[in-house]
């Protein structure tokens, strides 16, 4: 797969990011697999996705002012946004955690605390690297923010079809999560519970005017998923238990019906999606 076209057609093939935008068009599961392990094993550090191989003659650590500079090496923030995305649709969200935790560390201890630059030094033994460019990044911030919601939670809102879908991709060290999301102006609480023997879904919405469908894909260890549908009624708790060989629903202490409750057998492929590690960091 080609990184762009000279202005005379020919492909040219650059080792950047880019491509890990074009996953949802690629027609190959293992073409695609293959890109995403080269280019991790190529770009990706423990602080982010670099802009261009650290082989390449054209290669700048540091962002300098110019194109030559801001896009042929140095860290750009918001692109471990999509690498979450992208790792989180192999369950292999223990990899990517490792940035989100190095930009939480960025977040609070570093530059303009409380945000994310723009970019960030790739040099060698940069374990802490520092902030280049904007000090504070709205793509950056914004991506970092979305991958929580979307990706880790795995949260789905459709509104105008009253539905809210969850297929959290929890890494394995966080075993519970509280959240609040907006479904419209309606405020919905959540609680997610990760345990080896049941795990647990639970969810209030006090202010909605009726009933929302919640629909729900939860991986259990060993690759294995259950996918269902409850109702997430204004007026009650939703608590989903969820075991390995069974799954329940309750409004409060009443247990009600679960709607196509169905197991996936070996549908995660983290064991398979192995063979990559991330980028040694580019001399100074």
Known sequence: MYDHLTPEG????????????????????????QMIKTLINH???????????????????????DARGMFNGPIWTWLA???????????????????TEAMVHQLEERGMVGTIPAMMDARDGA?????????????????????????????????????????????????????????GSHPVNGRFEQRPDISRIVLTAPTIRKPVRVGFLWMLEGGDAW????SLAP????????????????????????????????FSLRDSFTGFDFAPTPGR
């Open 227 to 230: 996918r269902a549908s409850a």
């Open 43 to 65: 770009l990706v550090y423990r602080t982010g996705c670099g802009t261009l191989d650290a082989h390449d003659p054209r290669f700048h650590s540091v962002a300098g002012r």
């Open 127 to 183: 374990d802490q690297p520092a902030g280049e460019g904007y000090e504070a990044s709205a793509t950056g911030m914004a991506e970092f923010i979305r991958a929580f919601y979307q990706d880790y939670l795995g949260l789905r809102i459709d509104v105008p079809s009253n539905q809210l879908f969850l297929q959290p991709k929890l890494p394995d060290r966080i075993a519970d999560v509280d959240f609040t999301v907006y479904f």
């Open 235 to 266: 007026d009650t708790t939703l608590t989903i238990a969820i075991g390995k060989d069974d799954v329940l629903a309750y409004h409060g202490d009443r247990q009600v019906p679960l709607i196509a409750p169905t197991k996936l057998r070996k």
């Open 81 to 99: 946004g999509q690498l979450v995305y992208t790792l989180s649709r192999y369950d292999r969200q223990d990899f990517s955690f490792q940035i």
């Open 10 to 33: 020919t492909g040219v093939a650059d080792l950047r990011p880019n491509a890990l935008f074009s996953l949802e068009i690629l027609g190959s599961e293992a073409v695609q697999e």
